[in-house]
């Protein structure tokens, strides 16, 4: 109901202070021919475009930054609307101090004062829609004094909820009139925007998010994960341990402290891969803004995986395609990766295999020839997830994301250390997974999960043979198959009979086993009774004699 109110605000506007202002400024017997002419002299000033765009951030922040960040690299629709919000933080100032305090009131339900002994006002992180502070509780919690607290600014979300509304009913008007809109599925797009930005608001997902990669990797000496302090968690705050950090992209921080960009650039690669494809729980939208370094000294060097803001999952068959497929990518065994893009059901069951395997080298074998240093194994990666498509195929949108986060550590890796052999670590960290996939702990953890699938069906395979014996029979042709069948079924109704016999004398002969052993175990025990009677009876003192 707001968003529709917001587009018929919108309407009356345009209609009220646009047209209506052209049209009497227009002189009064060439009024088209004005108009046109004025429309095309707008189009051809310089000035007026860059006064436009000066002005499009401060009339619609998350459109403007989202439609120049669109127009340069139209491939990133899927995740350049939440770059738009981070691009535009510096467009609003911090909260006040009263404004803090009445904002942590109204979502915690009591005064800060009787929550926190002291909360910085200087926000660490400001951004468009909400701001983080360090603050330190006033009993600890979960174990934990100093913390970090996020909180959102409920009436920016609310406007960015506003645009994306907006763009979704745009998106419907342009599917109705347009056949080019309805083949890309612009609507279908702009809801999963709309839905992602509500994700990246909902601070509860984001403790859960948190939570659940804190347990992941929580015995992982790479990485630290802030433990969430749940009773100060709600909707508009989000309160997790505070650790001291410094960015992952500061050299001159990593350099004061002392800690080795070298582990620190391998570690970023081999983490986000483990997440990735071994976990399956990544950052869906990983960046420099996603990761820091520990500067504590129990953590020392370690990563700082404190945003949980965009997390998505792979499903078990897609983290094995894109396992087992790299590993034969990275060995340069097109022919079992063609088959595993069949079986994966990446591409249509026509596409032939040798010519999926062409593809693939055709794509590969350039970078294959390069020299280590310069390889990049991200590049690689997507031949293995694009190579499908001439053939009219397509993989997941998740692996899709999955790959991209990694070419996003790939680069911030370089960017801290530009030597880095990526190409090395990511290769031998896919091996490394795959390897204990299809080794004994891989077997025992398939057993495991097909157990209880077992256990269901294991009591109903003779039913399962007999229905399908069953069934068999009716449906077989001709005299002699008939008898045959006939006579199969037969032998089967006198076996299931002997076996049920068999098992009711197991039972009786148990029974009586166990009445048996009952009863002889009694029989001595009566015996010791009776023996131990007069000894009783003459351990008795003896009473008086009456006369």
Not at 409 to 423: F, K, N, Q, Y
Request: aromatic content about 6%.
């Amino acid at each position: 109901m707001r968003s529709r109110l917001r587009q018929l605000h919108l309407l009356f506007c345009a209609l009220r202070y646009g047209i209506r202002l052209i049209w009497l400024a227009a002189p009064e017997h060439h009024k088209l021919h004005w108009i046109v002419s004025l429309a095309s002299r707008m189009r051809e000033d310089e000035r007026l475009a860059t006064h436009l765009s000066s002005a499009l951030p401060r009339l619609a922040p998350l459109a403007g930054a989202f439609a120049q960040t669109l127009a340069t690299r139209p491939e990133l629709a899927a995740t350049t609307l939440h770059d738009a919000i981070d691009a535009v933080e510096h467009f609003e100032d911090p909260l006040t101090p009263q404004q803090l305090d009445a904002a942590l009131h109204a979502a915690l339900g009591k005064p800060p004062q009787t929550l926190f002994s002291w909360i910085d006002p200087t926000p660490c992180q400001n951004g468009w829609c909400e701001q983080t502070h360090v603050a330190r509780l006033a009993l600890p919690a979960s174990g934990h004094q100093m913390v970090t607290v996020r909180v959102l600014r409920a009436k920016q979300v609310q406007e960015v909820d506003d645009d994306a509304a907006l763009l979704c009913t745009v998106a419907r008007w342009l599917e109705r009139f347009s056949g080019a809109a309805r083949k890309l599925g612009l609507r279908a797009l702009a809801q999963t925007l709309r839905e992602d930005l509500q994700r990246r608001f909902d601070l509860r997902a984001q403790a859960a998010n948190l939570s659940q990669t804190g347990h992941h990797l929580a015995n992982d000496a790479r990485v630290v994960v802030p433990d969430v302090i749940w009773d100060f968690c709600t909707a508009q705050t989000l309160t997790v341990e505070h650790i001291d950090t410094v960015r992952v992209t500061d050299i001159a921080g990593l350099a004061e402290h002392h800690i080795n960009v070298t582990r620190v650039a391998a570690h970023l690669i081999e983490v986000i891969t483990q997440q990735a494809f071994e976990h399956g729980f990544f950052h869906a939208a990983f960046d420099a803004g996603r990761v820091a370094v520990s500067v504590e000294p129990q953590t020392r060097g370690r990563l700082v995986f404190a945003s949980a803001a965009l997390m998505t999952s792979l499903s078990s068959p897609e983290r094995e395609f894109f396992v087992h497929g790299a590993t034969a990518l990275f060995e340069q065994d097109y022919a079992r990766l063609a088959a595993l893009h069949h079986v994966a059901g990446h591409v249509p069951a026509h596409a032939r295999t040798e010519q999926i395997e062409a593809e693939l080298r055709t794509r590969s074998e350039a970078h294959f020839a390069s020299d280590t240093s310069t390889r990049s194994a991200s590049a690689v990666l997507h031949h293995l997830l694009h190579s499908v498509q001439p053939f009219g195929g397509e993989v997941s949108p998740r692996l899709a994301a999955a790959q991209r986060a990694f070419g996003n550590a790939e680069a911030l890796a370089r960017t801290i250390h530009p030597g880095v052999d990526a190409w090395g670590i990511a290769s031998a960290t896919l091996a490394d997974i795959a390897r204990r996939d299809l080794g004994p702990q891989g077997w025992i953890k398939r057993l495991s999960q097909e157990l209880p699938h077992l256990a269901q069906i294991a009591p109903r395979v003779p039913q399962l043979i007999y229905h399908f014996m069953q069934h068999h029979t009716r449906t077989a042709h001709g005299p002699g198959a008939a008898q045959a069948q006939a006579a199969v079924l037969e032998a089967l109704h006198r076996e299931h009979r002997r076996t049920r016999a068999l098992l009711i004398a197991c039972a009786v002969s148990g029974v009586l086993v166990g009445v048996a052993a009952t009863v002889f175990a009694a029989v001595p025990i009566n015996q010791a009774n009776r023996e131990g009677a007069p000894h009783a009876v003459h351990s008795q003192p003896a009473g008086p004699v009456q006369s």
